[in-house]
C-alpha cells in the first residue's frame, strides 16, 4: 500500500539501501512459484526493519507470520551470532522453501567467517504455540492474521522484558482505519482497538510510522 505520490515514494527507495541479492532472489521466487506474493514485506520495509533489527541487535527474536521468509531474513541481519529466531505460521506449504532461504543465509555468512543463526520455524496456529515458548525475546514482529492481533498482542507481554521491541505490520490497513467499518469487515474493529492498545498501555512507549501499510515501534518500558 502506498499513500505517498508515486514520484516521492520512487525517490525515496532510491535513495535507501537496496536489498541484497539472497532477497532479490527470494523475492522472485515468491512471485514464480507462491500465491499471494503481495504479502512479502518487499525491499524498502525489508531494509527498515535491517536498520531496526542493526540498532537493537536482538538475541532472540520472534516472528509471527513468516510466509516465505523475507522478513525475517531482514530482521536476521541485526543479529549477532549465535542469536536465535523463532518464526510462526500455520501454512506448511512454504517451510521447504522458506528454511532452504534461512539455510542458503547462514552459508552466506560463514562465508564470512560469522554466523550462524539459529532460525527454528514453528508450524501451527500462533495462538496455541506463543504461550508454550520459553523463555523471553528481545524482538516480537507480528504480521499474521488481522483479526488475531489482540490475542497475539496479550500473549507477547508475557514474553517480553524491558528494553523489549515489538513490531505490528499493516497497523492502516490500507487506509480503511480512517474510513467508516464496513458490516463484513472483521480486521479493520480489531486493527483500531490494536493500535488504541498499543498507544494507550503504560508498558509501552508507541510510535507509529507511516511506512508502507503502516508499521508501530512499541518499546517496552
Same mark, same amino acid.
Given at each position: 500500500?502506498?499513500?505517498?505520490?508515486?514520484?516521492?515514494?520512487?525517490?525515496i527507495?532510491?535513495?535507501?539501501?537496496?536489498?541484497?541479492?539472497?532477497?532479490?532472489?527470494?523475492?522472485?521466487?515468491?512471485?514464480?512459484?507462491?500465491?499471494?506474493p503481495?504479502?512479502?514485506?518487499?525491499?524498502?520495509?525489508?531494509?527498515?526493519?535491517?536498520?531496526?533489527?542493526?540498532?537493537?541487535?536482538?538475541?532472540?527474536?520472534?516472528?509471527?507470520?513468516?510466509?516465505?521468509?523475507?522478513?525475517? &531474513?531482514?530482521?536476521?541481519?541485526?543479529?549477532?551470532?549465535?542469536?536465535? %529466531?523463532?518464526?510462526?505460521?500455520?501454512?506448511?506449504?512454504?517451510?521447504?522453501?522458506?528454511?532452504?532461504?534461512?539455510e542458503?543465509?547462514?552459508?552466506? %555468512?560463514?562465508?564470512?567467517?560469522?554466523?550462524?543463526?539459529?532460525?527454528?520455524?514453528?508450524?501451527?496456529?500462533?495462538?496455541?504455540?506463543? /504461550?508454550?515458548?520459553?523463555?523471553?525475546?528481545? &524482538?516480537?514482529?507480528?504480521?499474521?492474521?488481522?483479526?488475531?492481533?489482540?490475542t497475539?498482542?496479550?500473549?507477547?507481554?508475557?514474553?517480553?522484558?524491558?528494553?523489549? %521491541?515489538?513490531?505490528?505490520?499493516?497497523?492502516?490497513?490500507?487506509?480503511?482505519?480512517?474510513?467508516?467499518?464496513?458490516?463484513?469487515?472483521?480486521s479493520? /474493529?480489531?486493527? %483500531?482497538e490494536?493500535?488504541?492498545?498499543l498507544k494507550?498501555?503504560?508498558? &509501552?512507549?508507541?510510535?507509529?510510522l507511516?511506512?508502507?501499510?503502516?508499521?508501530? &515501534?512499541?518499546?517496552?518500558?
Amino acid at each position: 500500500m502506498f499513500f505517498l505520490p508515486k514520484n516521492l515514494d520512487e525517490y525515496i527507495v532510491s535513495h535507501s539501501q537496496e536489498e541484497p541479492v539472497l532477497l532479490q532472489d527470494l523475492t522472485r521466487e515468491t512471485y514464480q512459484k507462491v500465491l499471494q506474493p503481495i504479502m512479502l514485506s518487499g525491499a524498502y520495509q525489508g531494509r527498515v526493519l535491517s536498520m531496526i533489527s542493526q540498532l537493537v541487535t536482538p538475541k532472540r527474536v520472534l516472528e509471527i507470520g513468516t510466509f516465505t521468509g523475507y522478513s525475517a &531474513l531482514c530482521l536476521a541481519e541485526g543479529m549477532p551470532n549465535g542469536a536465535e %529466531l523463532i518464526t510462526i505460521d500455520i501454512n506448511e506449504e512454504l517451510e521447504e522453501l522458506t528454511s532452504s532461504y534461512f539455510e542458503k543465509y547462514n552459508r552466506e %555468512l560463514e562465508s564470512t567467517g560469522k554466523g550462524p543463526i539459529h532460525f527454528s520455524q514453528l508450524i501451527g496456529d500462533a495462538t496455541e504455540i506463543i /504461550p508454550g515458548l520459553e523463555g523471553s525475546f528481545d &524482538l516480537v514482529f507480528i504480521d499474521a492474521d488481522k483479526p488475531n492481533y489482540i490475542t497475539y498482542f496479550h500473549q507477547i507481554m508475557e514474553k517480553v522484558h524491558a528494553g523489549s %521491541l515489538i513490531i505490528s505490520d499493516n497497523v492502516l490497513w490500507h487506509g480503511k482505519v480512517v474510513e467508516p467499518v464496513q458490516k463484513k469487515d472483521s480486521s479493520t /474493529p480489531v486493527l %483500531l482497538e490494536y493500535n488504541r492498545l498499543l498507544k494507550e498501555d503504560p508498558r &509501552l512507549q508507541t510510535v507509529l510510522l507511516s511506512v508502507r501499510d503502516g508499521l508501530t &515501534l512499541s518499546r517496552v518500558i
